[in-house]
């Protein structure tokens, strides 16, 4: 078996884990982020662990689950890791939605944690 | 790629321009009851039709107003107001708007100033109408006054989308305000002072206040 560029390894890692602790308990999420992380929810900007954290908790939604269709990672110069999300989700009883998420991972201290985080409804134009 | 949709028959909206065709838009928090609502007043006609790239539920209608056949598609979210998203051609020519909360949880009250305020700000005179939904969970919220509704000019109704009082009064009046409102744009102000004169008298008479010879038809839509 080919060994996965690091990058990879940690990148996916780093995306099962997340959507896990989103999908199982999202108070918890407050252990990847730090105080100059920035999340963008929907073009709604947040920064640090404990406004990004208010953010997703406070979404009005009791059970979520998210399945991954796709996700690409890369090392950027700065030693980070870049990585994107492509994927479904299903918020209580309400139809399957697609979504797109980014995150930006930094080493710090020997943990990675997540910098910069976007998210978007997969949710297109008409009419 | 916004164009692509007009190759969709059911998002093209150019549609709506025709004098048959009216688009009445539902708002509100998730899990307000919105879809049941709709599911209540349909009944037999429940077709949703799901959108999932555009996180949007269509359900179509045919009514009689006056002595017109009108077809009705009510818009429903798919529940994407959880995120926080809700598309400017979602609001795009509507002709009447329904903004429904749960009397059960006062968040969903306290959030129609916001629902309203976006509304306002793609649709200025809509005719539009607050719906107190859940009223069986506990009918005392009844004798509760929602000011809302008053402080903005636009009708209130209690409603029970799980027993049913009070939903297809809703509706009918709020296709009927629709329909006024394309015919006559113009008139909105006139409508809307007249709809409120009407509005206590209708309260006191009960959920089975006459219904302005309105009578739906069973649709063939498919």
Same mark, same amino acid.
């Given at each position: 078996m080919v060994d996965q560029p690091l990058w990879e390894q940690i990148g996916s890692s780093f995306v099962q884990h997340y959507y896990q602790m989103f999908d199982s308990d999202r108070s918890q999420l407050g252990s990847i982020y730090i105080d100059a992380s920035c999340l963008t929810w929907e073009g709604q900007q947040f920064?640090?662990?404990?406004?990004?954290?208010?953010?997703?908790?406070?979404?009005?939604?009791?059970?979520?689950?998210?399945?991954?269709?796709?996700?690409?990672?890369?090392?950027?110069?700065?030693?980070?890791?870049?990585?994107?999300?492509?994927?479904?989700?299903?918020?209580?009883?309400?139809?399957?939605?697609?979504?797109?998420?980014?995150?930006?991972?930094?080493?710090?201290?020997?943990?990675?944690?997540?910098?910069?985080?976007?998210?978007?409804?997969?949710?297109?134009?008409?009419? | 790629m916004a164009g692509d949709a007009g190759s969709i028959p059911e998002l093209d909206q150019k549609k709506y321009d025709a004098g048959e065709q009216v688009k009445i838009i539902c708002l509100g928090d998730s899990a307000v009851g919105k879809s049941k609502l709709m599911e209540?007043?349909?009944?037999?006609?429940?077709?949703? +039709?799901?959108?999932?790239?555009?996180?949007?539920?269509? %359900?179509? *209608?045919? &009514?009689?107003?006056?002595?017109?056949?009108?077809?009705?598609?009510?818009?429903?979210?798919?529940? +994407?107001?959880?995120?926080?998203?809700?598309?400017?051609? %979602?609001? *795009?020519? &509507?002709?009447?708007?329904?903004?429904?909360?749960?009397?059960?949880?006062?968040i969903t009250y306290k959030n129609l100033a916001n629902w309203y305020t976006e509304l306002r700000e793609f649709r200025p005179e809509i005719p539009c109408c607050v719906v107190a939904n859940k009223i069986d969970a506990d009918l005392k919220v009844t004798q509760r006054s929602f000011n809302f509704g008053k402080k903005q000019g636009i009708p209130f109704y209690f409603v029970s989308a799980a027993d049913g009082t009070n939903v297809v009064k809703m509706f009918r009046e709020m296709i009927t305000r629709a329909v006024?409102?394309?015919?006559?744009?113009?008139?909105?102000?006139?409508?809307?002072?007249q709809e409120l004169e009407n509005f206590d008298l209708e309260e006191k008479e009960g959920p089975e206040a006459d219904e302005v010879g309105l009578k739906t038809e069973s649709p063939e839509l498919e």
């Open positions: 920064q640090g662990k404990r406004a990004i954290v208010e953010k997703l908790t406070g979404l009005p939604f009791t059970k979520i689950a998210h399945s991954i269709t796709a996700q690409d990672h890369q090392p950027t110069p700065d030693c980070c890791i870049l990585s994107m999300v492509v994927g479904q989700l299903k918020a209580d009883d309400d139809p399957i939605m697609g979504f797109h998420q980014s995150f930006i991972l930094k080493n710090i201290n020997d943990a990675w944690v997540c910098t910069n985080d976007m998210f978007r409804l997969a949710i297109h134009n008409f009419g | 209540r007043f349909l009944m037999d006609e429940y077709r949703p +039709q799901q959108l999932s790239t555009y996180a949007l539920t269509l %359900y179509k *209608h045919t &009514a009689t107003v006056g002595n017109k056949t009108v077809a009705i598609d009510f818009w429903d979210t798919a529940g +994407q107001e959880r995120f926080q998203s809700m598309h400017p051609s %979602y609001y *795009h020519k &509507a002709h009447a708007c329904i903004m429904v909360f749960d009397v059960q949880r006062k006024e409102y394309k015919q006559n744009p113009s008139d909105f102000m006139d409508e809307v002072l």
